[in-house]
C-alpha cells in the first residue's frame, strides 16, 4: 500500500514529514508532495491548504500523480453537534457537501448527476483509524498534550465519535447557522472544509479513504480564537500519534485488497 496524507495547514500535520525516512520532496500544482517511509509504510504527505477545490486537487494529484493506493485526511473541526466537545476526535462514517445546493433542479446536498448527497469513507480503514484514535487517548494522550494544556482547553476525557461530517466553502462561526445545519443533516458530528470533497474523489477513482478530525472548536462565534489556540499548541499532537499508530498497525497488518472495484 502506499498512503496519501492530507491536511488543509502545516499545524495539522506538524512532525509527520521530520519522521520520514528517505523523503523525497516534489512540486507540483503549487503543493509540495513528501514522499517516504513513514514507520512501516510507504506514504506521501502533502498540504492541501483550505477549501473543497484544494482538497479535490491534492486528492485526485495524490492518485494520479503519485501512486497512492489510499488515502487519509487528518486535521481539526468544528463540533457538529453538542454531545461533542473540543478535544474530541471524529472519524467521518460518511461525508456530506453542506453547501452543495443544485434545488430545485436537484435535491439539497445531491451532487448533481452522481445520485448522492454522501459519499462514505473505507470502512477497513476507518475501523482501523478508530483503534489508533482510541488508542491515542488511552496510552498517548497524558504524555503528549501536558497539564497545563489539557486545562486550558478543559480537556478531561476526549471520546471518539463516529459520526456524518459536513465540508463546505466556510468557516462556521454562527450557532444559528449550526443549529439549521444540524437539523438538516441527521447524524452530524463535525464541521469543516475539505473532506467530503476528498471523499467525492476517492469515491469516483475508486481509491479508499478515511477522515479524521480533532475539534478545534463549537462552531460558534468563539470559534475563530479557539481554532487558532488549538491548531498553535495541540492539533499537531492529536494528528502525528494517531497517524503513527495507524502506519505502524497497516504495517503489521495490512489492509485486505478490496473485492470491490467501484470508480476502476
Ligand atoms: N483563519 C484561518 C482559517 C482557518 S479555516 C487561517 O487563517 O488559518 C479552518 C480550517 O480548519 C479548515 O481547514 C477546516 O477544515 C477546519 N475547521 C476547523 N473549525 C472549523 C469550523 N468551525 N468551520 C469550518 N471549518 C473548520
Redesign the pocket.
Known amino acids: 500500500m502506499r498512503l496519501g496524507i492530507i491536511s ?2 502545516l499545524e495539522e500535520q506538524a512532525g509527520l514529514v521530520e519522521a520520514m525516512r528517505g523523503a523525497a520532496r516534489v512540486t507540483h500544482g503549487m503543493r509540495e508532495y513528501v514522499a517516504g517511509q513513514l514507520w512501516e509504510i510507504d506514504a506521501v504527505c502533502v498540504l492541501s491548504r ?2 473543497k477545490v484544494a482538497a479535490a486537487m491534492t486528492a485526485t494529484t495524490l492518485v494520479e500523480k503519485f501512486g497512492v493506493t489510499h488515502i487519509l485526511f487528518t ?4 463540533a457538529g453537534d453538542k454531545t461533542v466537545n473540543v478535544g474530541d476526535i471524529v472519524i467521518a462514517e460518511s461525508l456530506v457537501q453542506h453547501d452543495m445546493d443544485a434545488s430545485p433542479l436537484f435535491p439539497r446536498f445531491e451532487v448533481p448527476l452522481t445520485g448522492r448527497t454522501h459519499f462514505p469513507p473505507d470502512q477497513p480503514l476507518s475501523m482501523r483509524l478508530s483503534q489508533a484514535a482510541h488508542d491515542f487517548l488511552e496510552l498517548d494522550f497524558l504524555d503528549a498534550i501536558s497539564e497545563g494544556e489539557r486545562q486550558t482547553f478543559r480537556l478531561a476525557q476526549p471520546r471518539v465519535h463516529r459520526g456524518l461530517v459536513a ?2 466553502d ?4 454562527d450557532v444559528d447557522r449550526l443549529d439549521a445545519l444540524n437539523g438538516a443533516l441527521p447524524g452530524l458530528v463535525a ?5 467530503a470533497a476528498v471523499a467525492q474523489v476517492c469515491h469516483e477513482l475508486g481509491v479508499p479513504c478515511a477522515v479524521i478530525r480533532a475539534i ?2 463549537n ?1 460558534n462565534e468563539h ?2 480564537t479557539d ?2 489556540r488549538f ?1 498553535k499548541s495541540v492539533a499537531a499532537q492529536y494528528a502525528f500519534h494517531i497517524t503513527r499508530r495507524l502506519c505502524r498497525d497497516l504495517g503489521q497488518a495490512p489492509l485486505q485488497p478490496r473485492s470491490d472495484s467501484a470508480g476502476t
Open positions: 488543509a495547514l483550505i477549501g486535521g481539526v473541526a468544528g465540508s463546505g466556510q468557516f462556521l462561526n464541521v469543516e472544509m475539505e473532506g478545534s472548536d462552531a470559534a475563530a481554532f487558532m491548531v
